[in-house]
């Protein structure tokens, strides 16, 4: 089974910074991808950073994010973080850490993995 642990969300005011973290745990050999999304109130949940895990960590950004975060992973430690800088009050949502989980026992079945989210509350 998978297990991805959010930490790190929290109050800063525009402009600040805050780093997210995503620890993982179970079957992580089988993960293709990490990335983080995000849901703000009324709204539906959106990509913010992906990186692939197989594909020589190629990452992916939302055009909103691009320049201000930084998705990375520490291999020895299982985590991603995601680096968040600039913020702005329409930063504002609970973040979610996802792991894409490729598995061949016969045929390949691709499963989503997601964390119980982190709330990201950036003042103006």
């Known amino acids: 089974q998978v297990q991805l642990v959010e930490s790190g969300g929290g109050l800063v005011q525009a402009g600040g910074s805050l780093r997210l973290s995503c620890a993982a745990s179970g079957s992580i050999s089988t993960f293709v991808a990490m990335g983080w999304y995000r849901q703000a109130p009324g709204k539906q949940r959106e990509l913010v950073a992906a990186?692939?895990?197989?594909?020589?960590?190629?990452?992916n950004y939302a055009n909103s994010v691009k320049g201000r975060f930084t998705i990375s992973r520490d291999n020895a430690k299982n985590t991603v973080y995601l680096e968040m800088s600039s913020l702005k009050p329409e930063d504002t949502a609970v973040y979610y850490c996802?792991?894409?989980?490729?598995?061949?026992?016969?045929?390949?079945?691709?499963?989503?993995?997601w964390g119980q989210g982190t709330q990201v509350t950036v003042s103006s």
């Open positions: 996802n792991a894409g989980s490729l598995r061949n026992s016969g045929s390949y079945r691709y499963t989503d993995y």
């Open positions: 990186m692939s895990i197989t594909g020589g960590g190629s990452t």
